[in-house]
Structures are given as structure tokens and as C-alpha cells.
């Protein structure tokens, strides 16, 4: 399994082929998700085989957003088995590293230690000083695809995944849920009277 020559792989695969409104499942994120996920493994234990294969799968969880952001963790499964065999990867492994890639699909559902750590790394910033501003990447992401919002439905919404949300790993929970509520608890402060009012006018 060459990890190195997948991982310039697909990084020039983003650059050249997301779209210019992609600012949040960038190649950036995916490094990122990349690098959380290999702490992550490390702290649960998880064997050198296994844990290249998270890499794998982290490095490409995002990569079906060439082909179309609607249901791009299909597309993502599909890049793997087309192109994983030519990185030295059996179709026992390449399977495994399919399902990872899917399990991140909101709502993210895991059943193996492997798929439970890589979508903890994926929404590992929840728990993080740097959560607005990957945040405000995201809500721009959205703006730019035709879904704006202004400040307080964008808090409206992340108060409610953020208080819905749950860590499937013991690592990222005891690394990440004091600062995850945190930040929920300064959107909460940041969302004004008008923020409530758009609660009551959502919900009704």
C-alpha cells in the first residue's frame, strides 16, 4: 500500500477538479481529517494494517465531490475500487476502506472500530479552537452552492448538531467534547433574540 503516492493522488486530483465553491471539503480538510484520524488510531490501539487503511479511506472520504456533492460518499467508494488497485491495495482491503467512506455519510452510522474512527476524525473541529472559522468555511461552502443563510439560522443549525452530536471513540470524546461544548455554549451566547425568534418560526 503506497500511502505517499495516494496521498499526492488525490490532492492533485481536488485541486484540479473540485469546483471553486468547494472552500470547505477542500484538501485542506481532508489532510486535516487525514492527520486526526491517524492520532486517533494511534490512541485506540489499532494495528499498523488497519490503520493504513484509515488513512486511505480518509484520504479519499472526500474525493467523490469531483463528481458531484449529492451523495459524494458514493462516488468516494467508487473512486477507491477504481483506483486503490494501481496503490497496491487487495479487494479485501479495498472493501473495508469502502465502508469507511460510507459510514461518514450524515448521519454518520459505524459499526467497526476502523469506521467509528474515521468519522470522528472527520468532525474532529467540533471539538476545536478552530471550530467558527472551519465553521464559517462550511457556511460559505453553502452560500456558494445557492444555500445562504445569515448568522442566526447558520447558529440555529450548528447548535443542533453540535447538541445531537456524539463521539463513537473514547480518544475523541475525552480529547474534544470539553471544548466541543464550549463552543456550543458561545453559539448560544452569540445567537441573539432574533436567533430565538428564528427558532419558534422554524419549529412552528
Known amino acids: 500500500m503506497n500511502l505517499i503516492n ?9 485541486k484540479r477538479e473540485l469546483p471553486p465553491t468547494i472552500v470547505y ?18 490512541l485506540e490501539g489499532l494495528d499498523e494494517h488497519h490503520t493504513r ?24 467508494a467508487a473512486i477507491a475500487q477504481e483506483y486503490l488497485p494501481s496503490f497496491g491495495f487487495n479487494e479485501d482491503e479495498i472493501s473495508e476502506v469502502k465502508s469507511m467512506i460510507m459510514a461518514t455519510k ?12 474515521l ?6 473541529y467540533l471539538g476545536r479552537p478552530d471550530f467558527f472559522v472551519i465553521g464559517q468555511k462550511l457556511r460559505l461552502e453553502w452560500e456558494l452552492s445557492g444555500n445562504k443563510l445569515d448568522l442566526s439560522e447558520w447558529y440555529i443549525i450548528q447548535m443542533d448538531f453540535l447538541r445531537n452530536h456524539t463521539y463513537f471513540t473514547a480518544s475523541a470524546a475525552n480529547l474534544r467534547n470539553e471544548r466541543k461544548w464550549q463552543n456550543l455554549k458561545e453559539i448560544e451566547q452569540l445567537c441573539t433574540s432574533g436567533c430565538k425568534y428564528n427558532i419558534v418560526k422554524i419549529n412552528s
Open 6 to 14: 495516494l496521498t499526492d493522488f488525490i490532492i492533485e486530483k481536488m
Open 25 to 42: 471539503h477542500s484538501p485542506d480538510h481532508t489532510l486535516d481529517v487525514h492527520d486526526a484520524a491517524i492520532r486517533l488510531a494511534a
Open 53 to 76: 487503511l484509515i488513512r486511505a479511506a480518509a484520504l479519499l472520504h472526500d474525493a467523490g465531490i469531483t463528481v458531484s456533492f449529492r451523495d459524494h460518499e458514493d462516488y468516494s
Open 106 to 117: 450524515l448521519p454518520q452510522l459505524a459499526t467497526t472500530l476502523a469506521e467509528k474512527i
Open 119 to 124: 468519522c470522528d476524525a472527520d468532525l474532529d
